[in-house]
């Protein structure tokens, strides 16, 4: 009786699982793929780090003026909803500076924990280092 029970609720709680988006697909084309976004953004998030670094702040919308194309090829590659929606957030924050705003630097950082973290949920070895403001 126990164990049909324990099974029951083993079943029920892989079903809710699988419709969960934080469930990352054991798909091996999905894991290709979202590898090769975390692998590709973190080439991207180092030129945005560097600008960060730098403490320029005329100079951020000129050095993040590729990031939102960079974002979006990496955005191509994404099947996963939980890094795609980190990918989006970061995108968002460089199109903000690029219009010429000051930087929503929390909003940026938290875009590199979330794609950082998720990442590593999907066995892709990146971490986007969090820069050391001036």
Do not use: H, Y
């Amino acid at each position: 009786m126990f164990r049909t029970a324990a099974m029951g609720v083993a079943v029920a709680a892989v079903l809710t699982l699988s419709a969960c988006d934080q469930v990352p697909s054991f798909n091996g084309d999905d894991r290709a793929s979202n590898t090769a976004a975390c692998e590709s953004i973190a080439q991207t998030w180092e030129t945005a780090n560097a600008a960060l670094k730098s403490g320029d702040l005329l100079q951020l919308p000129t050095a993040f003026a590729a990031l939102p194309g960079q974002v979006d090829e990496a955005l191509a590659l994404a099947t996963d909803k939980p890094l795609a929606a980190a990918l989006t957030s970061l995108k968002a924050n460089a199109e903000f500076v690029v219009a010429g705003n000051q930087p929503d630097l929390p909003g940026i950082i938290s875009s590199a924990v979330g794609i950082s973290a998720r990442c590593a949920v999907l066995g892709a070895a990146v971490n986007l280092e969090i820069p050391q403001l001036p």
